[in-house]
């Protein structure tokens, strides 16, 4: 089966274009201030309106005011809430009713006993993402370029929905694959030359992996 593929953190027009162009069927838009990856609504709404239709468009957020997702979802008009913070399975709810938007909660791993804490969320949130903990000192709860021991994804029951996160690059993605029974991947610094800063060249590399892998796979 064909996984999702997110591209997240854009901030360009040339890699929105590469990343659909490759086949991306998510991109993903970060309004975390914090982050190097971080746009303003306005921004984000003018890189995704030409590619409106075409790819889910995935809009990140970090424990977000009423009033700051009133303007992304104004402006932005996403498929997709990714919530990456401490939103309570309440919240997701009450988000779900204010804008009728499927949501994504992330969660960050880094043992089997991480994963158990997706329970009360199961059924609420419409789809899981698995991301690494951050390092010590970070102020990012993604994009940090680490990952975490896959093989612990056997232990979460085979009907849950989820995308792999955490430090996939061009050189694991296949291997993040092969051991894992994830429908979805999402890379946002393992495509980059700075942080913030995605390379076309290397979005290039990540499908090609991608694709080699499947055909390995097949």
Same mark, same amino acid.
């Given at each position: 089966?064909?996984?999702d593929?997110?591209?997240?953190?854009?901030?360009?027009?040339?890699?929105?274009?590469r990343?659909?162009?490759?086949?991306?069927?998510?991109?993903?838009?970060?309004?975390?201030?914090?982050?190097?990856?971080?746009?303003?609504?306005?921004i984000a709404?003018?890189?995704?309106?030409?590619v409106r239709?075409?790819?889910?468009?995935?809009?990140?957020?970090?424990?977000?005011?009423?009033?700051?997702?009133d303007?992304?979802?104004?402006?932005?008009?996403?498929?997709?809430?990714?919530?990456?913070?401490?939103?309570t399975p309440?919240?997701?709810?009450?988000?779900?009713?204010?804008?009728?938007i499927?949501?994504?909660?992330?969660?960050?791993?880094r043992?089997?006993?991480d994963?158990?804490r997706?329970?009360?969320?199961?059924g609420?949130?419409?789809?899981?993402?698995?991301?690494?903990?951050?390092?010590?000192? !970070?102020?990012?709860?993604?994009?940090? @370029?680490v990952s975490?021991?896959?093989? $612990?994804? *056997?232990?979460l %029951? +085979?009907?849950?929905?989820?995308?792999?996160?955490?430090?996939?690059?061009?050189?694991?993605v296949?291997?993040?694959l092969?051991?894992?029974?994830?429908?979805?991947?999402?890379?946002? !610094?393992?495509v980059?030359?700075?942080? @913030?800063?995605?390379?076309?060249?290397? $979005?290039? *590399?990540f499908? %090609? +992996?991608?694709?080699?892998?499947r055909?390995?796979?097949?």
């Amino acid at each position: 089966m064909k996984p999702d593929i997110k591209i997240c953190g854009l901030k360009t027009s040339e890699a929105v274009d590469r990343a659909l162009a490759r086949g991306a069927t998510h991109i993903g838009f970060i309004f975390f201030p914090k982050s190097p990856r971080h746009v303003d609504p306005e921004i984000a709404a003018e890189l995704a309106e030409p590619v409106r239709g075409r790819v889910k468009i995935v809009a990140v957020t970090v424990d977000a005011s009423d009033e700051e997702l009133d303007d992304i979802v104004h402006l932005l008009k996403p498929d997709v809430l990714q919530m990456h913070g401490h939103e309570t399975p309440e919240r997701i709810l009450q988000v779900k009713a204010l804008y009728g938007i499927p949501v994504m909660k992330a969660f960050s791993v880094r043992e089997a006993s991480d994963l158990e804490r997706i329970d009360p969320y199961v059924g609420v949130a419409d789809r899981f993402l698995f991301d690494a903990k951050a390092p010590a000192g !970070s102020e990012l709860p993604g994009g940090n @370029g680490v990952s975490f021991d896959w093989n $612990i994804m *056997a232990s979460l %029951d +085979a009907s849950v929905d989820y995308m792999l996160s955490g430090g996939l690059n061009k050189d694991n993605v296949g291997l993040a694959l092969a051991s894992t029974r994830a429908r979805g991947i999402d890379v946002s !610094s393992g495509v980059e030359s700075a942080p @913030g800063i995605k390379d076309i060249v290397m $979005i290039d *590399a990540f499908f %090609d +992996a991608i694709a080699e892998a499947r055909s390995v796979g097949a």
